[in-house]
């Protein structure tokens, strides 16, 4: 089992950043994989960012590029998200995931229990 816990969620203007932090305890792996998805309110969970955290690559969804960005402690075992120039469209619930394969693709196995992000225009 891996236990996922959100924080940093809140209540920003459009422009604005914000980071959200992702701890992970339990049976986790060095070969994993943890990425971050949102849901706006009545649309379907989409994903945002994941990270590999075995040697650091990232992947991001193209709507996020060059405007979020994903990282990982190690030490810490805590993934985070650090979105700059927030825009109200990035509204939604944040959930942070792992998935005990490798690669891009795939399902992830545990998920967190969601944090707020409200950006305002």
């Known amino acids: 089992q891996v236990q996922l816990v959100e924080s940093g969620g809140g209540l920003v203007q459009a422009g604005g950043s914000l980071r959200l932090s992702c701890a992970a305890s339990g049976r986790t792996f060095s070969t994993h994989v943890m990425g971050w998805f949102r849901q706006a309110p009545g649309k379907e969970r989409e994903f945002v960012a994941a990270?590999?955290?075995?040697?650091?690559?990232?992947y991001y969804a193209d709507s996020v590029k060059g405007r979020f960005t994903i990282s990982r402690d190690i030490a810490k075992n805590t993934v985070y998200l650090q979105m700059n120039s927030l825009k109200p469209e990035d509204t939604g619930v944040y959930y942070c995931?792992?998935?005990?394969?490798?690669?891009?693709?795939?399902?992830?196995?545990?998920w967190g229990q969601g944090t707020q992000v409200t950006v305002s225009s």
């Open positions: 995931a792992f998935k005990r394969r490798t690669g891009w693709a795939g399902e992830y196995d545990y």
């Open positions: 990270i590999a955290w075995s040697g650091g690559s990232t």
